[in-house]
């Protein structure tokens, strides 16, 4: 069973600028995923985990764009830049808005742990858990897992909190993320028993070194 005071609930990129027709970044399957991402934000507060809305926000001149979404990111108006033609496709949904108290983390790349301090704010906070929400599974919620599980994390994923430009794509990807380790469950499941059926693989990793090392100083 995972301590919840010792895990994190990840938000990745639920702002406008991914989820509204209006934005040439737009992700065909992300709003349909805000109420179950507003479901799991609220369980999450309620049973104490650490939150974190990890979001994107391009230069002006597009320096921090991937290469190979600069074409569309600059013919499209610019979207997820303050001083890009709609602003507002920065913020998110009202319902996945911050409050106080939560860390909002702004990414330059896919992984939520590319060119940020998130990694060294969830071990100040002592984490050792992470539950991700958001959009785009492919890109930017797989990379993250991955990275969390290559930097010792039991990760959480909640599918349908999560989207993709189309349900194969999804099915695929979280099935390869259920393979590696992740541990993917439902929005609903979430809600109603937390963390509570989460292995804490870490921890058992962690507890058979550690009786591995003592036998073998023993010796």
């Known amino acids: 069973m995972i301590d919840p005071s010792k895990a994190a609930l990840l938000m990745i990129d639920m702002q406008q600028g991914f989820i509204s027709d209006a934005s040439s970044l737009c992700i065909a399957g992300a709003q349909a995923s805000v109420s179950s991402c507003a479901q799991v934000l609220k369980a999450a507060r309620s049973q104490g985990l650490a939150i974190f809305h990890v979001r994107r926000r391009y230069a002006e001149d597009g320096s921090n764009v991937e290469p190979v979404r600069y074409k569309i990111w600059a013919e499209g108006g610019r979207p997820l830049c303050e001083a890009g033609d709609n602003p507002h496709l920065l913020d ?14 702004y990414k330059p790349r896919f992984s939520a742990f590319f060119g940020t301090a998130l990694h060294e704010m969830l071990q100040d906070a002592c984490i050792t858990t992470v539950v991700l ?14 990275d969390a599980l290559s930097l010792n994390y039991n990760v959480v994923v909640v599918e349908d909190a999560t989207s993709s430009r189309t ?32 292995e804490d693989v870490v ?8 009786a591995y090392t003592a036998a073998h100083n023993a010796s």
């Open 92 to 105: 998110a949904p009202e319902s996945l808005a911050p409050i106080s108290g939560e860390q909002v983390v």
């Open 133 to 146: 929400i958001g959009t785009t599974t492919p890109n930017c919620i797989r990379s993250t897992c991955y």
């Open 167 to 198: 349900p194969e794509v999804q099915a695929a990807n979280i099935e390869d993320m259920a393979f590696i380790g992740a541990h993917v469950m439902t929005a609903e499941e979430f809600c109603t028993r937390g963390l509570s059926q989460v």
């Open 203 to 210: 921890g058992d990793f962690s507890a058979s070194v550690e």
